[in-house]
T-cell receptor, first 114, second 115 residues
Framework: DVKVTQSSRYLVKRTGEKVFLECVQDMDHENMFWYRQDPGLGLRLIYFSYDVKMKEKGDIPEGYSVSREKKERFSLILESASTNQTSMYLC?????????????FGAGSRLTVL | GNSVTQMEGPVTLSEEAFLTINCTYTATGYPSLFWYVQYPGEGLQLLLKATKADDKGSNKGFEATYRKETTSFHLEKGSVQVSDSAVYFCALPGAGGTSYGKLTFGQGTILTVHP
């Protein structure tokens, strides 16, 4: 069964800590995404990547960075976590071109920043 | 840019009731439209899609028709089950084209079905 795996389901961090959220997909997809999910706001795109070492900002990139050194892995980095980054983070992937809009999501990483 | 507005809910129904979740969109041209579903403790998954006007997407008893006249893509199911309890998201490709899969999602509608 193909999937997107997010390494941590639940994390609790302190303000100012550096946080890494890891995501791995086994479908050889070109595109990978990080979304943030908050009640009443739906999903908002933080960053996406359409190839190794390529990245583009989404709608809410401030306070985040990403890394894609290998095709299957896409990491989200919070350089200095803040309480307003407490949220559910969803990683997704999709193939290039045809089928690009059919995203496969991971189960999510719920981050609490104290 | 493209945007989508969906009925916020939450929606609470009894088993076998009829379901409608409204979704309207604003877009340039006629992009593909999607419904994604998120079951408790899981990530989102594609429920159904429609790629052009008047298309009807269907899956698992759910249907949605792409209506360009009313810019709507309402989700319907004739008889819901407890297992349909989930969060439902309407979505369409965001600004900048479709090739990279950048979707814009609605706010999500929480559906709870009681026995």
């Amino acid at each position: 069964d193909v999937k997107v795996t997010q390494s941590s389901r639940y994390l609790v961090k302190r303000t100012g800590e550096k946080v890494f959220l890891e995501c791995v997909q086994d479908m050889d997809h070109e595109n990978m995404f990080w979304y943030r999910q908050d009640p009443g706001l739906g999903l908002r795109l933080i960053y996406f990547s359409y190839d190794v070492k390529m990245k583009e900002k989404g709608d809410i990139p401030e306070g985040y960075s990403v890394s894609r050194e290998k095709k299957e892995r896409f990491s989200l980095i919070l350089e200095s976590a803040s309480t307003n980054q407490t949220s559910m983070y969803l990683c997704a992937s999709s193939p290039a071109y045809s089928g690009a809009n059919v995203l496969t999501f991971g189960a999510g990483s719920r981050l609490t920043v104290l | 840019g493209n945007s989508v507005t969906q009925m916020e809910g939450p929606v609470t129904l009894s088993e076998e009731a009829f379901l409608t979740i409204n979704c309207t969109y604003t877009a340039t041209g006629y992009p593909s439209l999607f419904w994604y579903v998120q079951y408790p403790g899981e990530g989102l998954q594609l429920l159904l899609k429609a790629t052009k006007a008047d298309d009807k997407g269907s899956n698992k008893g759910f249907e949605a028709t792409y209506r360009k006249e009313t810019t709507s893509f309402h989700l319907e199911k004739g008889s819901v089950q407890v297992s349909d309890s989930a969060v439902y998201f309407c979505a369409l490709p965001g600004a900048g084209g479709t090739s990279y899969g950048k979707l814009t999602f609605g706010q999500g509608t929480i559906l709870t079905v009681h026995p």
